[in-house]
């Protein structure tokens, strides 16, 4: 059975820096996505950013040249480093991951609050 557990969620400032971890647990086929969405209240959820298994990388409109996704594959580990945070960042920020032909997988989410 996969788990995805998030962790580094909390309060940040515009301006400044948050990272985001996401540890999954049991086993991992490929080819796979790995990636980030975000749900702020009132709004549906929205893509952040995502990474194949082949290092594929794709971003929301509203992160790119500020968020950077990574994931170390022998640790079944994907990363969020999200810079010049803004106010509207805030949001519960989920881990997902997609196998081709399974049902997708979801971390309990994180919550962020960037302050101006």
């Known amino acids: 059975q996969v788990q995805l557990v998030e962790s580094g969620g909390g309060l940040g400032q515009a301006g400044g820096s948050l990272t985001l971890s996401c540890t999954a647990s049991?086993?991992?086929?490929?080819?796979?996505?790995m990636g980030w969405y975000r749900q702020a209240p009132g709004r549906q959820r929205e893509l952040v950013a995502t990474m194949t298994s082949n290092s594929r990388t794709n971003y929301g409109d509203s992160v790119k040249g500020r968020f950077t996704i990574s994931r170390d594959n022998a640790k079944k580990m994907v990363y969020l480093q999200m810079n010049s945070l803004k106010p509207e960042d805030t949001a519960i920020y989920y881990c997902?991951?997609?196998?081709?032909?399974?049902?997708?997988?979801w971390g309990q989410g994180t919550q962020v609050t960037v302050s101006s």
């Open positions: 049991g086993i991992i086929f490929k080819p796979n996505t």
């Open positions: 997902n991951l997609n196998i081709v032909g399974r049902p997708a997988y």
